[in-house]
Each structure stands twice: as C-alpha cells, then as structure tokens.
C-alpha cells in the first residue's frame, strides 16, 4: 500500500512538473503577436476619450488619428475585422473593466448583417487564445465553452494548438495596423466590380439572433450605466443603405443614442474610386467618411 501511495505521489509531482513546463507556450504567445490591442486593454493602458468598435467596416473605413487631430481628444479603434456584435460586446466590458470609461463610443455596425447569421463575423476566438495566460480571457472561453473548468487549474487546460507557434507573428497586407489602431487599405481589390444595384430591401427581424440583439442591448446598458456617449455609425457602400435595417436599430436603440450615417448628397460616395470593394472604402474614401463623421461630431452640443 505504501508502495502504491508513493507511486501515485511521484506520478502527481512528474505530472505537475510537466504540465507546468508548458506555460512557455502561454508566456511566449503575446509577445509574437503583432496586433497588441487586446492585451493593452487587458494591462489597462487603453484610456482613450474616444474609442471606435466594430468589424472590417470600423477597422477600415474610419481613421482614429484624424478624428484625434480635428477633435483634440485622445482617440482609439478597437475594431476586428471579421468580428460580431457579441465580441463587440466583450471588447467593451474588458475595456470599462480594466481601463479608465472613454467618454464617447462609435460602433461601427454591418449593414444589414449586425444581427443576423453571416459565416464572414464571428466571435474572434483566435484573438483571444493568445492572451490564455490571462484569467480573464480564460474565464470568456469558458462562458463561450471553448474551454472547460479544468483550465482554472491546469495550463494545458489552457493551450490552444496556436501557442505552440512560436515563430513572430507579421502583418498581412489587409491587417496593417495603424498606431492608432484604424487598419484602412490603401489599394482596390482586383476582381471588384461596381456594382450600384439598389435591390437590397429585404430585412426579416425573424432572422435576427437573440444572442445579437442581447450583445447589442448590453453594450447600451454599459453606456448608459458609465456614461458613456454612444454613436451608432452607419459605414456607406455601393448599394447604399438598407432603409429597413437602419429603422431596425433605431427601434432598438435608447432615444438618447445618435445615428451617423455618410453625406448621401457627397457623390464621392458613388464613385468606385474610393473603395476597396463594395463594402469597403479605401484610404482616400475613408478620409472622406471620418471628416463626416467629426463633422457630426462638431455638432452634437453633448460630445464636448
């Protein structure tokens, strides 16, 4: 019997010893990252007056240095392309969580996708696995039960297939980070055809998820709870605006919540030019959507 506890002791110890060993792959895996956004949010060095939210629309089309340069206020886009309302939602709790409340908030939303189920946005899993180490991060995964209890105690609980990468992580011609976090494309995508078809018209709320209207009502609650100055930012495309989809966000939205939508009368905005692809403006077209958006900004009597 003592041999079999003292075998079952030396096999926990070997045990604890080997699984610790792998906390060089979580130790590691931040520092190869090149897009460090979410873990400056996490260490709490993200105390921006403004801050923008949102998918590739939010990421591309609106440039947070010029909106710092006009306004005079400290300015930062923390938005994820291929990224969902839900992630959205998450991005802002971590930022009132462990950062100073930004006074204002833009969210970028997808016209008409924000709320429906569109395989191109999802929760970025693979930004957070990464930053595992954190408990935080950890304690996401498992609500989202990408992980289970177990990673509480046990590093490999916690590793993911891609810590085990060590090479330095680059940037890839489409995520080219800006230092202030806005990722504009300055090129157009070679098979783009334009497209100015207006057909678009259909928008069934029976489609929309209740776990995305749930994230979109949270991250009105937190503003509302931290006073926070939400923006909803309607980017411009090709096809124009879906009227229906638009209505829909405002029927969910608190009265006191502001819309921002492009200059419709700005022709800009219809000449091929000034995209990336129909969805998306390139660098010169998104200068031209951010100088709308602080012109709205200037406006409002409640951003100053």
């Known amino acids: 019997m003592k041999k079999f506890i003292t075998q079952i002791l030396f096999f926990l110890i070997a045990f604890f010893l080997f699984e610790k060993a792998y906390y060089v792959f979580l130790y590691f895996s931040p520092k190869l990252e090149k897009d460090k956004r979410l873990e400056y949010v996490l260490n709490g060095n993200m105390n921006k007056d403004l801050i923008i939210l949102g998918s590739s629309r939010g990421a591309r089309n609106i440039i947070a240095s010029q909106i710092e340069e006009s306004l005079n206020v400290s300015c930062y886009n923390l938005s994820y392309p291929g990224s969902n309302i839900e992630f959205h939602e998450f991005i802002l709790r971590a930022l009132i969580k462990y950062n100073r409340s930004p006074k204002t908030l833009l969210l970028a939303v997808d016209d008409p996708h924000e709320l429906l189920h569109h395989e191109p946005l999802q929760f970025r899993l693979d930004r957070l696995y990464p930053l595992a180490k954190y408990k935080y991060i950890n304690d996401e995964m498992i609500s989202r039960k990408e992980k289970n209890f177990l990673s509480k105690f046990l590093i490999l609980g916690r590793i993911n297939i891609s810590n085990f990468n ?48 749930l994230a979109f009502k949270k991250i009105q609650d937190m503003c509302k709870l931290k ?68 012109k709205k900004l200037k406006e409002n009597k409640n951003f100053y």
């Open 166 to 213: 060590l090479k330095q992580k680059k940037y890839s011609m489409f995520d080219t980070l800006k230092i202030c976090g806005s990722m504009p494309i300055s090129f157009q995508k070679n098979d783009f055809e334009f497209n100015n078809d207006k057909s678009h018209i259909d928008y069934e709320i029976k489609n929309e998820l209740p776990k995305k209207r």
């Open 227 to 294: 006073n926070i100055e939400l923006f909803i930012v309607y980017s411009p495309n090709l096809k124009g605006h879906n009227r229906f989809f638009i209505y829909r966000i405002k029927e969910l939205s608190n009265q006191s919540i502001l819309h921002i939508k492009n200059d419709t009368s700005n022709i800009s905005y219809k000449n091929k030019k000034y995209y990336h692809d129909g969805a998306h403006l390139n660098t010169t077209g998104a200068k031209i959507f951010t100088n709308d958006i602080i």
